[in-house]
């Protein structure tokens, strides 16, 4: 096993690629501290799903765009189980729609949930770490943030933020031996994407070479990588995990 022993923070993992994440890291050995801001018996569910496959595992309610609650939430998490050996800031949201109707509302409530909650987070998480003089952070942005997207500025602004996050993180913090890397998933099948349509689905799928949605298992043996120690030597990269739709 992969990660025997480790404590892995997963942000926003009461459903979609965030439980996919916990799920194969909780296979790999891991011990799973969640976030979830309101599907609160999803994630007692899994909860208990994940206690049951013989890891120890909490989920706590606690909104990823609340700068406040990072810190107390690592705290709360090193009391509960010792260390904080990887972060995986996945929560995030979309409030798509054309620049030119996108309230100020829907640009803060995108960009808080989905950048200012990783360096919150990141900025929470470093001193566990660094005490250790080891880590991974591993940030979920989104090819939107590559290539852009319409009537999704706050979106792709959010997750281009991202990935000059985790460079920036690399670079500070890579001689305490924390790692900081970036996953750009493309179209992947979740509750975020059921929301489009049939015929947009199939209008993604014939974009994308390998002709499918991705699965957030796809995602999540990405995560496993980075967040072990195969990729020891690899930080402040952003891996497109996206059926090669961005090249
Ligand atoms: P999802 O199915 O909508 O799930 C989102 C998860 O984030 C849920 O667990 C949700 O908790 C949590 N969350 C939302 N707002 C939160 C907040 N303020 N504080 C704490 N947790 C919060 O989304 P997904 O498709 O799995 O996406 C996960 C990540 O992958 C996101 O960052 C997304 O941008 C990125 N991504 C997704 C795709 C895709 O095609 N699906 C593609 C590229 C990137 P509740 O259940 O409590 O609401």
């Not at 990072?70 to 009391?79: F, N, Q, T």
């Not at 989104?142 to 933020?161: F, H």
């Not at 992947?188 to 489009?196: C, K, Q, R, S």
């Not at 349509?197 to 070479?209: H, L, M, N, S, V």
């Amino acid at each position: 096993m992969k990660l025997n022993g480790k404590t892995v923070l997963v942000t926003g993992a009461s459903r979609g690629i965030g439980k996919g994440i916990a799920q194969k890291l909780a296979k790999e050995g891991a011990n799973i501290a969640f976030t979830y801001v309101s599907s609160v018996e999803k994630a007692n569910a899994f909860e208990a799903e994940l206690i049951a496959s013989g890891v120890k595992a909490k989920g706590y309610q606690s909104n990823a765009a609340d700068f406040s609650e990072a810190e107390k939430l690592v705290d709360e998490i090193v009391k509960e189980f010792g260390s904080l050996d990887v972060l995986v800031n996945n929560a995030g949201i979309t409030k798509d729609t054309l620049l030119m109707r996108m309230s100020e509302q829907q640009w803060d409530d995108v960009l808080d949930t989905n950048l200012k909650s990783a360096f919150a987070m990141t900025k929470a998480a470093m001193k566990p770490m660094m005490k250790a003089k080891a880590g991974s952070i591993i940030n979920i942005t989104s090819i939107v943030g590559i290539v852009g997207g319409a009537g999704q500025a706050n979106y792709a602004a959010s997750k281009a933020g991202m990935i000059g996050l985790t460079k920036s993180v690399a670079k500070e913090i890579g001689s305490r031996n924390i790692r900081c890397n970036a996953i750009a998933p493309g179209f992947i099948e979740t509750e975020m994407t059921e929301v489009l349509g049939d015929d947009i689905k199939q209008e993604w799928i014939k974009t994308i070479p390998l002709k499918r949605g991705g699965k957030p298992e796809d995602v999540a043996n990405c995560v496993l990588f980075l967040a072990c120690d195969d990729s020891a030597y690899i930080s402040g990269q952003t891996i497109n995990v996206c059926g090669g739709m961005v090249m």
